[in-house]
């Protein structure tokens, strides 16, 4: 276990709703990032967040957004959900060395099902 | 652009043999090459990483990847497989284009590993 939990495990929406997701990182980590996995793909980044400012964001529309907490703990809200949005969302934290070279410890992901 | 490849959907493999789960890169600079494993339910998985040095990596679970930049490659290899290994294998690259640690991943190796 890598000590990061997200909640809830799984969520069924349905199109046009609101989501929050839910991230506690490893004790000691001040990076967060997200990642979008569809179904049969590798994770898509979606953002990372550094002490508490978003400082890197992939090919993901605005209705994405995120926030990250004093504690490092973290949110991923979608907003206007649609379809495509169905995936397992997967977050991430890291001790930011600055070299790109840390691993990432991963939780084991909210399945989000958008109908 | 940076990309990576996992040419392969899935590879069976019988207990006891060798395996191998192939990756390509393609980057501009010296790449930052990951693997990930991912089992069901689950998130994913730190195995090992290559920054620099030794071309042969040792990782996680008896298991190491050999480098080689002449032929863009970061193979995944195992000399004797445990039906325990039997997951779903992601290559990686950092994205030397951003100054985070925003991972590019492969599509996913699915290794089955039978008695």
């Known amino acids: 276990e890598t000590g990061v939990t997200q909640s809830p495990t799984h969520l069924i929406k349905t199109r046009g709703q609101q989501v929050t997701l839910r991230c506690s990182s490893q004790?000691?980590?001040?990076?967060v990032s997200w990642y979008q996995q569809a179904l049969g793909q590798g994770p898509q980044f979606i953002f990372q967040y550094y002490r508490e400012e978003e400082n890197g964001r992939g090919n993901f529309p605005p209705r994405f957004s995120g926030l990250q907490f004093p504690n490092y703990s973290s949110e991923l809200n979608v907003n206007a959900l649609e379809l495509d949005d169905s995936a397992l969302y997967l977050c991430?934290?890291?001790?930011?060395?600055?070299?790109?070279?840390?691993?990432?410890?991963f939780g084991s992901g909210t399945q989000l099902s958008v109908l | 652009a940076q990309s990576v490849a996992q040419p392969e959907d899935q590879v069976n493999v019988a207990e006891g043999n060798p395996l191998t789960v192939k990756c390509t890169y393609s980057v501009s600079g010296n790449p930052y090459l990951f693997w990930y494993v991912q089992y069901p339910n689950r998130g994913l998985q730190f195995l090992l990483k290559?920054?620099?040095?030794?071309?042969l990596v040792k990782g996680s679970y008896g298991f190491e990847a050999e480098f080689n930049k002449s032929q863009t490659s970061f193979h995944l290899k195992k000399p004797s497989a445990l039906v325990s290994d039997s997951a779903l294998y992601f290559c990686a690259v950092r994205d030397l284009s951003s100054n985070t640690g925003k991972l590019i991943f492969g599509q996913g190796t699915t290794l089955q590993v039978k008695p």
């Open positions: 290559y920054i620099t040095g030794d071309n």
């Open positions: 991430a934290s890291s001790l930011a060395g600055g070299t790109g070279a840390e691993k990432l410890f």
């Open positions: 004790s000691g980590h001040n990076t």
